[in-house]
């Protein structure tokens, strides 16, 4: 079993936290942030708009997001994600949750 470049394969939460993450450095579309992602990973994550959608949706449901329509670099329509005040602190959260699990992980790997 392994993490690959298909979403379902993403630790369950951990989309989430890669757009939190994501929406740090500014407003992106929904392309930005799967294009982010994609390089931010060296090309090892790959995220479908099956996937990216109903989580940014999650994110704005629960006020972590925000979202404004603009126009894209290529004069398109676009819907703009931001992280509000309460998205950072969920960021903070989940990255503390996430190095947790992560050293309890390799902490089990390492014993002997």
Request: no cysteine; glycine share 10%; hydrophobic share 45%.
């Given at each position: 079993m392994g993490?690959?470049?298909t979403p379902s394969d993403l630790l369950p939460g951990t989309l989430e936290l890669l757009i939190l993450k994501s929406l740090?450095?500014?407003a992106k579309h929904g392309y930005g942030i799967v294009e982010h992602l994609r390089l931010a990973s060296a090309e090892v994550l790959t995220v479908g708009e099956s996937a990216l959608y109903p989580a940014l949706q999650r994110l704005l449901v629960n006020g972590w997001a925000?979202?404004?329509w603009g126009m894209s670099e290529n004069n398109r329509r676009?819907?703009?994600y931001t992280?509000?005040?309460a998205g950072r602190r969920q960021l903070s959260a989940e990255r503390a949750e996430?190095?947790?699990?992560?050293?309890?992980i390799?902490?089990?790997l390492?014993?002997?």
């Amino acid at each position: 079993m392994g993490l690959t470049n298909t979403p379902s394969d993403l630790l369950p939460g951990t989309l989430e936290l890669l757009i939190l993450k994501s929406l740090v450095s500014g407003a992106k579309h929904g392309y930005g942030i799967v294009e982010h992602l994609r390089l931010a990973s060296a090309e090892v994550l790959t995220v479908g708009e099956s996937a990216l959608y109903p989580a940014l949706q999650r994110l704005l449901v629960n006020g972590w997001a925000k979202a404004e329509w603009g126009m894209s670099e290529n004069n398109r329509r676009a819907r703009y994600y931001t992280l509000t005040a309460a998205g950072r602190r969920q960021l903070s959260a989940e990255r503390a949750e996430f190095d947790r699990m992560v050293g309890a992980i390799q902490r089990v790997l390492e014993a002997g």
